[in-house]
């Protein structure tokens, strides 16, 4: 059974430092890696999305890395603002039969300060 | 498009009552969902489907009964309310066979049972 761990659990930084996130899957039979984020209250936005083959992707001040075989992800934030505050959920996507299906972890909380 | 959209927005139920949770997507996507999110538990997939007329049951699928008539609509009927399901209620979908396979989720339906 794919279990994600996602350390740490809460993270709390001042503004304009660099940080990363971190993700841990234990089967590596992949189809691809989602980082999302959650607003108080809210849905999940999606971020970015590592294809098995992929080794990284990047979109603005974000970026992913994915190393399949020893099972970790990372997300790094670059120069942080107090609006990146939220929660930050990594999940993976099995591969064959499991390839509809979402496994989560339970996401760091994120705290940016002023 | 409006992506996947999501009725009520919340909802309060006694123990007993039964109730449907609506879900539309507008892409056209092949792949339909049903998580949970409870705190501690992070996301937990309940039921989903892979295309019309075909469902099955995901991790936490007692207490929930699913359809799926169209490729638009999936909904999620709770039949005699509990209290252990007061939750955060999300519906996600996907392309079956896009490369990206990224899942889109909707804003979420926050239920509490008294």
């Known amino acids: 059974k794919q279990e994600v761990t996602q350390i740490p659990a809460a993270l709390s930084v001042p503004e304009g430092e660099n940080l990363v996130l971190n993700c841990s899957f234990t089967?590596?039979?992949?189809?691809?890696l989602q980082w999302f984020r959650q607003d108080p209250g809210k849905g999940l936005t999606s971020l970015l999305l590592?294809?098995?083959?992929?080794r990284e992707q990047t979109s603005g001040r974000l970026n992913a890395s994915l190393d399949k075989s020893s099972g970790r992800s990372t997300l790094y934030i670059a120069a942080s603002q107090p609006g990146d505050s939220a929660t930050y959920l990594c999940?993976?996507?099995?591969?064959?039969?499991?390839?509809?299906?979402?496994?989560f972890g339970k996401g760091t909380l994120l705290t940016v300060n002023p | 498009n409006a992506g996947v959209t999501q009725t009520p927005k919340f909802q309060v139920l006694k123990t007993g009552q039964s109730m449907t949770l609506q879900c539309a997507q507008d892409m056209n996507h092949e792949y339909m969902s049903w998580y949970r999110q409870d705190p501690g538990m992070g996301l937990r997939l309940i039921h989903y489907?892979?295309?019309?007329?075909?469902?099955d049951q995901g991790e936490v699928p007692n207490g929930y009964n699913v359809s799926r008539s169209t490729t638009e609509d999936f909904p999620l009927r709770l039949l005699s309310a509990a209290p252990s399901q007061t939750s955060v209620y999300f519906c996600a979908s996907s392309l079956r066979t896009s490369s990206r396979g990224e899942q889109f989720f909707g804003p979420g339906t926050r239920l509490t049972v008294l």
């Open positions: 489907s892979v295309g019309a007329g075909i469902t």
């Open positions: 590592i294809q098995s083959s992929q």
């Open positions: 089967d590596s039979a992949i189809y691809n």
């Open positions: 999940a993976v996507k099995g591969s064959g039969g499991s390839n509809y299906k979402l496994t």
